[in-house]
């Protein structure tokens, strides 16, 4: 007799009105397996694993769990079964204990013994090498320490299957290595664990097998040690591709942007940004690295003129004509000067862009102004919606479909597009494949170097430093709202950065 | 850590697919199938409760409602006040700003036309008269949505408890007002104003009696359909609506958005005082609003925002008022006797936009 699967999806289809998001899927999970769910956008991984999760139901098909047919009707039942998914938002509250986390919406007997709880905890940490303080406070957590809590927490609830969304995606290289050595510890004990990602490297590097999936069908599963990144490529894709970024060299460097000590607080009114200087020179693209919510946001909200500050200022440099001080003015002011500043924001639907809106109004955000006083005219953004759709493939029904109808990638497509075709002079981006495939990643990241090459002063905000090392010329590296350095990216290493992102320097005393 | 394992093993029974797109006939048909259903339901019900005949009392609706020409005329009158109300509460609510203060800029407006009807009727040719009170009224409107407006864009206070106080407010002025026009005195009512030369009241347009009315909503309707669609500040208000953050990065002054539209809703409203006073009650009290502030947000809401689809929901809601006025008397019910034939037909219509988004599909399989 063959091992009994852990999961066994055969002919799931499922669809969404006119579009099949998965069309006739079959795919085994052993136990004891990592396996990786690779696709591109819309290839229909989340949905697939949304439907284990209980978070859909499947058109047809049958869902097998350790061998038995199995009817998936809520997130309850997933978790009866089993299956514990941890998503990419974590879903925690901040003012309670890891602990407490762990224990919420638990039954349990009516007095709750904390000592036990903990003590059950510390087990499982130990058991898996976990780094975790039952007692922590969420609000005093890294990203990683609380992406840590979410995995114990279906640990604890006695989950064999567990289900990982880009995991990756928030954590420095360090943490990566963490993380991948607790998931090899699940696998020893007998765990199946399903990650979904984009990193190819990452792929390899820690899963027993990879399932393909391409526009909702299921591809094929192969052993890691068969494949390599180009192989995997192709079968993602459909057809070969180059995934070969082309860096030129920086020609007509001239200074464009100067920020010097510029300290901002948020909402809280906690410092987030603190005696932050750099230079931005054209022709040249400048990467900015750091752990998620070091001051990347308020760095190019200041200069955008979307974020108030406290102290410092920020000089824009023409290319011809006087010097500008645009610190202390409003996106609104910065634009009647003529200055064009285009920004890529990292919440695209909640800033970049109005989700409910169709494409050609979201072109208008950045000219509506133009034109007579009183009509705002629709003929020309309707048409560069057009020329974006068809000049970045940008799968949509039509220009008159609202923005959050579509799929990240091309929503990404839709504003940088946007962007760009205001002909800036500081092209700011963040996170600009964040959630983006293969194909579409590659295509985001020659429409940088082409901006580049045509003399614009490019500032990218990312987090893949493997992408960061290739595509930027200078890399300036966020530590908790510090500039902890400028590095040159052609010298410089993963290590490096990773160190200068996470490192406790001497200036850290001085906070606050 | 033990779990027990209660999953079933079939399918569940029925299921919501949400639709992707839906036909404009098919959705009509559910909306009329919808219509038949609730008109049965409440026929049941009327039976159960009065022992009238249903299909009387459905007559009778219609008779109170457009049986003659005059309770035509009324239920017209009455429709486009509705209808002004709801199209003046669009633009605020388009911006999500909850404006629930119509009353008190209608009766604000109403205040201020009244008071012109009072002490400029003899002053002033009524032609004249007439647009200093338009004039009037919507200033008075105005700055009663004005108020909360800048407080919100200042301090960020919440506009949905501003704008209820200030009715409150209104009324208390109105009460205020009224100690000064009494007429006659000692009754505590001003009765009707300017009953002799019908100085300032809406004259006869085309012969009938609420021509102007109809003429100068029906303007104001197309005006705000125009406004909302096609211009540049019913664009920054749609954007302001959706995200303010995504208004400051494209670069729109998110409190003079707020300002402005708040004094065009405000205004609109306050206008909409001057049509109830001026153009048919010819008088004030603190309930000349009579809870239409409120009403024509349900009208704004059913609508979709949609100034046309407006004019059919207030219609609706106004016949079905001036109905229930018939059948009260006609088979000595009570007035409320059509709030739940009203009630009953709105849940069937609201209830029906859901079969319209989702679609139900039950198991296929039974031994699966």
Redesign the interface.
């Known amino acids: 007799m063959e091992p009994v699967n852990a999961i066994e999806l055969k002919g799931v289809t499922k669809r969404f009105g006119e579009v099949t998001a998965n069309d006739n899927v079959n795919l085994t999970v052993r136990k004891g397996e990592i396996l990786s769910i690779l696709g591109e956008n819309g290839s229909g991984k989340t949905t697939l694993m949304n439907m284990l999760s209980g978070i859909y139901f499947p058109d047809e098909g049958e869902i097998r769990v350790n061998g038995e047919t199995v009817t998936i009707r809520s997130p309850k039942d997933s978790f009866a079964l089993g299956i514990g998914m941890i998503h990419q938002h974590f879903k925690l509250i901040q003012i309670l204990t890891a602990a407490e986390n762990i224990i919420l919406g638990l039954p349990g007997s009516g007095r709750l013994n904390m000592k036990q709880v903990e003590r059950e905890i510390a087990e499982l940490t130990a058991r898996y090498g976990f780094d975790l303080n039952p007692a922590q406070k969420i609000y005093d957590m890294s990203v990683s320490q609380k992406q840590t809590v979410e995995i114990v927490k279906v640990l604890y609830r006695g989950a064999d299957i567990l289900i990982l969304d880009e995991p990756t995606a928030v954590l420095t290289p360090q943490e990566t290595e963490k993380l991948f050595a607790v998931l090899r510890n699940m696998r020893e004990a007998g765990k199946s664990i399903i990650i979904i990602t984009h990193k190819l490297n990452e792929v390899l590097e820690l899963s027993d097998r990879v399932a393909v999936l391409r526009k909702g069908k299921y591809i094929d599963t192969v052993p890691t040690k068969e494949a390599t990144v180009e192989s995997l490529t192709e079968m993602m894709v459909g057809e070969k591709v180059t995934l070969d970024i082309h860096r030129t060299k920086p020609e007509g460097v001239k200074k464009r942007i100067e920020m010097r000590g510029i300290t901002c607080r948020n909402k809280e009114g906690l410092k987030v940004l603190k005696e932050a200087s750099f230079d931005a020179y054209s022709g040249e693209i400048l990467g900015v690295a750091g752990i998620s919510g070091s001051g990347q946001k308020e760095l190019l909200e200041s200069v955008a003129g979307l974020q108030p500050i406290e102290s410092g200022e920020i000089l824009y440099y023409p290319p011809e004509g006087a010097t500008e001080k645009i610190s202390g003015m409003k996106a609104e002011d910065i634009k009647k000067l003529g200055i064009t500043l285009s920004f890529v924001p990292e919440d695209r639907l909640g800033m970049g862009l109005v989700g409910s809106m169709d494409l050609t109004d979201n072109m208008m955000i950045r000219s509506y102004k133009e034109g007579g006083k009183f009509f705002a005219d629709r003929k020309k953004p309707k048409k560069l919606a057009e020329e974006i759709v068809s000049q970045l493939e940008v799968v949509t029904p039509g220009v008159d479909t609202p923005v959050s109808r579509l799929s990240g990638g091309n929503v990404q497509k839709i504003l940088v597009g946007r962007e760009i075709a205001g002909n800036p002079t500081v092209l700011m981006v963040a996170y600009p494949v964040r959630g983006l495939d293969i194909n579409s990643s590659y295509t985001i990241y020659n429409l940088l170097n082409e901006q580049k090459k045509k003399g614009v002063a490019v500032i990218c905000v990312g987090e893949d430093l493997d992408v960061l090392l290739a595509l930027c010329d200078k890399i300036l590296v966020l530590n908790s709202g510090r500039v902890a350095g400028i590095v040159d990216a052609r010298s410089t290493t993963k290590e490096e950065l990773g160190l200068m992102m996470t490192g406790d320097g001497e200036e850290k005393k001085a906070d606050e | 850590?033990?779990?027990?394992?209660?999953?079933?093993?079939?399918?569940?029974v029925v299921?919501m697919?949400?639709?992707?797109?839906i036909s404009r006939g098919k959705a009509w048909g559910i909306r009329l199938i919808a219509v038949l259903l609730s008109l049965v339901t409440a026929a049941v019900v009327i039976v159960a409760i009065t022992k009238q005949n249903p299909v009387e009392v459905y007559l009778g609706i219609v008779d109170g409602a457009v049986g003659t020409n005059r309770r035509a005329w009324v239920t017209i009158r009455e429709t486009v006040v509705l209808l002004c109300i709801a199209i003046g509460l669009t633009p605020a609510f388009k911006m999500k700003f909850w404006n629930i203060g119509a009353e008190g800029q209608i009766l604000m407006g109403g205040a201020a036309t009244a008071a012109l009807m009072i002490y400029a009727g003899d002053a002033l040719p009524n032609w004249l008269l007439l647009i200093v009170i338009f004039i009037a009224s919507a200033a008075a409107g105005m700055v009663w949505g004005l108020i909360p407006a800048i407080f919100k864009a200042k301090y960020n206070t919440n506009e949905t408890l501003f704008t209820l106080m200030l009715n409150y407010v209104a009324m208390q002025v109105v009460t205020f007002c009224i100690v000064f026009w009494e007429n006659p005195a000692g009754s505590n009512t001003v009765g009707i104003i300017g009953a002799a030369g019908q100085k300032g009241w809406f004259p006869p347009v085309l012969g009938i009696t609420y021509g102007l009315n109809v003429i100068l909503v029906a303007v104001l309707t197309v005006g705000i359909y125009i406004y909302m669609k096609?211009?540049?500040?019913?664009?920054?208000i749609?954007?302001v609506g959706?995200?303010q953050?995504?208004a400051?990065?494209?670069?729109?002054?998110v409190k003079r958005v707020i300002i402005r539209t708040m004094m065009l809703s405000g205004a609109i409203c306050g206008f909409a005082g001057c049509l109830i006073v001026s153009g048919a009650s010819h008088t004030i009290s603190t309930s000349t609003a009579g809870g239409r502030g409120f009403t024509a947000i349900i009208v704004a809401w059913m609508s979709k925002f949609n100034p046309f689809a407006m004019i059919l929901v207030s219609a609706f809601l106004v016949f079905m008022q001036q109905g229930s006025i018939q059948i009260a008397s006609q088979f000595g019910l009570n007035e409320n006797a059509s709030d739940i034939i009203t009630g009953i037909l709105l849940f069937f219509l609201i209830g029906c936009e859901f079969f319209i988004n989702y679609r139900l599909?039950f198991r296929k399989n039974r031994n699966a």
């Open positions: 850590m033990s779990r027990e394992v209660t999953v079933a093993k079939r399918e569940p299921r697919a949400k639709r992707d797109t096609y211009s540049k500040h019913g664009y920054e749609s954007v959706e995200s953050n995504t400051r990065y494209a670069g729109i002054n599909e």
